[in-house]
């Protein structure tokens, strides 16, 4: 018997419980719109002029937001989150270790998010850096209730959080005139067309091809899961990169709040940065939560308890430190966009075969790690591109030539009460 609980964390969403596009649309661009994320735009400020800068994020977004499209429209038509993909393609025990993927990477970046929003408290109050830690830790059991309670709260309070960060941040960015400046690089050929491509892919690829069917899964049509990608990721991330590299010209910091915070508004900084960071980290908690009761067969309630204590240990190591942080982005952006393609061609190979169709494990394995290969060697834009289209291409192949008509049971259908 299938358990299911109030955010179906256990079988796809039905058509009963679908929901309408406007609160979908809001949590995702709550989620990609986050202030570091705005630091890829304050790292790129000066390597083109502004106006060109500003083609290059939009051409590097409508690529992106394709990819948004496709994983929306798969957790749409499909009604699954990313964890019941999952099992379709490892449909034995090792589903588990995959399923700990999403919640590793996405707990690390709740605690980094908790950090910084312990530090801004901090500033934004002069309160002694010494309470630091406890401001952590209070950011990191508040940021979960959201998450806790599910996506009709989720989709509350992005709908709250979304108008004030757009008008404060907007506000904050481009009160100012933006001042006169030598671009410090130019592009010249592919090798930097490559780099600047690679970093306005890799601030959103996860989300696009992995978190996004978490949410998506409650559109009522394929077309609208897929709209609600592109038009998230394309809005969004595009927002992000141009006032952060705005806000770099302008400041030196790529954080609107700071600009807030430096002409005497430090309680609209506060309100912006509490609005940005919240519907982002519960966001993270969100899509953790359901992996997590996958790979430990727990209700996903109980999961965000366990993991909002993970992420207090965590901040107890000060996750927020920029070596720390650069070198999760290469880790995510190396390894996500493969196991995003195995899951999503695995649900075209369903849909090309009967419901008995079964897949062995070793296939999923053998596409994430080559097209995880593929984004080490080739780099950059490339790279995450290559590695997704080599995974998703080599996954339909293998799986359509070893693949089984025999029903085999999975691994999970009798997840624990």
């Not at 406007?22 to 400020?45: E, P």
């Not at 401001?135 to 990191?140: I, R």
């Amino acid at each position: 018997m299938v358990r299911m609980d109030n955010d179906f964390a256990y079988e796809p969403v039905p058509e009963t419980a679908r929901q309408g596009p406007l609160g979908i649309l809001a949590v995702w661009i709550g989620f990609v719109v986050v202030i570091g994320a705005m630091a890829t735009g304050g790292a790129v400020s000066r390597e083109l002029p502004f106006n060109q800068l500003v083609v290059l994020i939009l051409a590097g977004n409508l690529i992106l937001g394709s990819f948004a499209a496709l994983g929306g429209y798969v957790g749409a038509k499909s009604g699954k989150s990313f964890s019941l993909l999952i099992l379709d393609a490892f449909p034995d025990f090792t589903a588990r270790i995959v399923n700990l993927y999403v919640p590793v990477v996405l707990i690390f970046w709740y605690s980094v998010i908790s950090d910084l929003m312990g530090g801004y408290l901090i500033n934004g109050f002069n309160i002694n850096p010494d309470f630091r830690l406890i401001f952590s830790l209070f950011a990191a059991i508040v940021f979960c209730i959201s998450a806790y309670f599910g996506m009709r709260v989720l989709s509350i309070v992005s709908l709250i959080s979304i108008p004030l960060i757009a008008i404060l941040a907007t506000w904050a960015v481009f009160s100012s005139e933006l001042p006169s400046y030598e671009p410090s690089s130019s592009i010249k050929d592919f090798g930097d067309l490559n780099k600047i491509l690679g970093l306005i892919f890799a601030t959103w690829i996860m989300g696009a091809v992995v978190n996004l069917q978490d949410l998506t899964r409650f559109c009522r049509t394929a077309t609208i899961g897929a709209s609600v990608g592109f038009i998230g990721v394309v809005l969004g991330n595009s927002f992000n990169l141009i006032l952060g590299a705005r806000a770099a010209l302008i400041t030196g910091e790529f954080d609107p709040s700071q600009i807030l915070a430096g002409i005497g508004m430090s309680v609209l900084a506060l309100v912006l940065v509490v609005a940005n960071l919240w519907t982002t980290s519960d966001n993270n908690m969100y899509s953790a939560s359901l992996g997590f009761s996958r790979a430990v067969d727990a209700r996903r309630q109980h999961a965000v308890i366990v993991l909002a204590a993970i992420a207090c240990v965590l901040i107890l190591f000060e996750p927020a430190q920029m070596g720390t942080i650069v070198n999760a982005i290469i880790i995510m952006g190396s390894t996500a966009p493969a196991i995003g393609a195995v899951a999503i061609s695995r649900y075209f190979v369903g849909v090309a075969k009967e419901d008995s169709f079964r897949t062995p494990s070793w296939i999923g394995w053998m596409c994430w790690l080559v097209g995880s290969a593929c984004a080490v060697w080739l780099t950059g834009a490339l790279g995450i591109v290559s590695a997704f289209v080599v995974a998703f291409v080599l996954y339909r192949l293998l799986a359509m030539r070893f693949g089984s008509e025999r029903a085999m049971a999975h691994a999970f259908d009798r997840p624990a009460v």
